[in-house]
């Protein structure tokens, strides 16, 4: 079955334009207006994800947060906050919310956001049922028996043991964090917490207080002090994924923290000891970034010490069929689906293809091929069809006319309102169809919209 999301917002065309696109990317989604019914809803209902408002009619969003915890334990919680309250996201994370967003937002932002929290419960579930199964080692959740993947499961093996910090390099989708996953389940500090950052998701001028935290009244804002990454990951492991991107003025700061185990917290004249083991993550070439003077040598050579590099899929092709087997499992416990198997013929073309996206295109190709199949099988027109990326283009076909005696800006206000009204039209009132024949971005729209009291519920069809 599709994954379920549960979105709680009171602004209707946000809502919408959120629920299209998860629902464009295979999630099943419900919504609810206010936070008490958005409470009811994630206790009648098994979620995987609550994408949450703070600001409410009635109960807030922060207020919302322990009886969420409680309806759906084990659910993670994404909150959403206007720019001009950010400071309540932060207060939602301390609170126990997995991420937040500053409306407005990027899509794609929200995506990457959702996909991780989505794939750190999904992961969570496999390694249990592995567990159940018997699987009694996190190795055993890292799929294949290839001479690659055998060398790199007796290294990490070695490496998990040692308490020293670790960089995991490999082309994106080979599977650096499921990699970083099962080193800190396999290490001494197992028990203790392990927390991640994307330094290549954070804004560059808040990515300092998210690793080292802040003192209270450091900045606009901060009005109350907050623990960074390294503080929150005391005793345990901390996951620096897409190390490649950490901007060049704070890495001598993280240079510190990483060799001397301390840092100040922003706006802070006293150094935080750390006790914490460094997991490197990076899908770039270091010595390249080095040459480049993106990255310094110094933070480099500090890292590289225990280095595990992940073979590409296409470097390890034997592998596919265990890999079909685990994904097509998977499938058919999201999707309710009954596939056994792969033909012969359809995993051959599986093995001619490169895999430049490597594991993770190769799961979402046998998902999307489980989609389309009709019987217990997958065959090659299956997979045919899950390789095929079609997206209908919708034709406005609005031609405007000069009106005489209306001030340009005037007009040109009214013609804007006037082509997304058509965009809406032709689209069915879908959004994020209407935004693309538009050429702008589901937020500008959202914006637009917001701008002209537009609903776009009035143009479906």
Request: a neutral charge; one cysteine or more; aromatic letters at 6%.
């Amino acid at each position: 079955m599709a994954e379920r999301i549960l979105i709680v917002d009171d602004d209707r065309a946000f809502q919408g334009m959120l629920v299209e696109a998860l629902i464009d990317k295979g999630y099943d989604v419900d919504t609810a207006s206010t936070a008490e019914d958005g409470i009811k809803k994630a206790v009648a209902g098994k979620f995987d994800l609550i994408l949450h408002d703070i600001k409410l009619p009635g109960m807030s969003g922060l207020d919302a947060l322990p009886h969420l915890a409680e309806a759906a334990p084990g659910v993670d919680i994404i909150v959403m906050t206007g720019y001009s309250s950010k400071d309540s996201g932060v207060k939602a994370m301390q609170r126990g919310a997995y991420d937040y967003f500053t409306k407005p937002f990027s899509l794609g932002e929200m995506e990457v956001v959702v996909r991780r929290a989505l794939e750190k419960r999904r992961m969570q579930k496999e390694l249990s049922e592995l567990k159940r199964k018997g699987g009694t080692s996190p190795l055993h959740s890292i799929i294949g028996q290839s001479a690659p993947m055998m060398a790199v499961k007796e290294r990490i093996a070695r490496v998990a043991e040692l308490n020293a910090d670790v960089l995991v390099m490999g082309e994106t989708g080979t599977g650096k964090e499921l990699v970083s996953d099962v080193i800190h389940a396999l290490s001494a500090r197992a028990k203790e917490p392990f927390v991640k950052i994307n330094c290549a998701a954070i804004p560059e001028n808040l990515i300092e207080s998210e690793l080292f935290g802040h003192e209270k009244g450091a900045f606009t804002g901060a009005t109350s002090m907050k623990q960074g990454k390294f503080e929150q990951a005391k005793g345990g492991s901390l996951l620096l994924d897409e190390i490649g991107d950490m901007p060049l003025h704070l890495q001598p700061k993280l240079l510190r923290a990483v060799e001397q185990k301390q840092a100040e917290r922003v706006g802070g004249s006293k150094s935080v000891i750390y006790d914490v083991r460094i997991i490197a993550a990076t899908n770039q070439e270091l010595e390249q970034r080095v040459e480049e003077g993106k990255f310094r040598s110094d933070l480099y050579y500090r890292l590289n010490v225990a280095t595990l590099v992940l073979p590409p899929l296409r470097d390890r092709k034997s592998d596919l069929p265990q890999l079909a087997e685990f994904f097509l499992d998977r499938a058919n416990r999201r999707l309710g689906t009954d596939i056994s198997s792969v033909s012969s013929a359809a995993m051959e073309i599986f093995f001619n293809y490169d895999w430049p996206g490597n594991v993770r295109q190769f799961a979402n190709a046998v998902e999307r091929a489980a989609i389309f199949c009709k019987s217990t099988t997958i065959t090659p027109a299956e997979v045919d069809q899950a390789f095929t990326n079609t997206s209908p283009v919708a034709d406005v076909g609005m031609h405007l006319p000069v009106s005489e005696g209306i001030p340009l800006k005037q007009a040109l206000i009214g013609y804007e309102k006037v082509l997304i009204e058509n965009a809406l039209r032709a689209c069915g009132g879908t959004q994020t169809e209407a935004a693309s024949v538009l050429g702008v971005s589901a937020k500008n729209l959202w914006n637009k919209l917001k701008k002209h009291d537009i609903n776009p519920i009035l143009f479906r069809n």
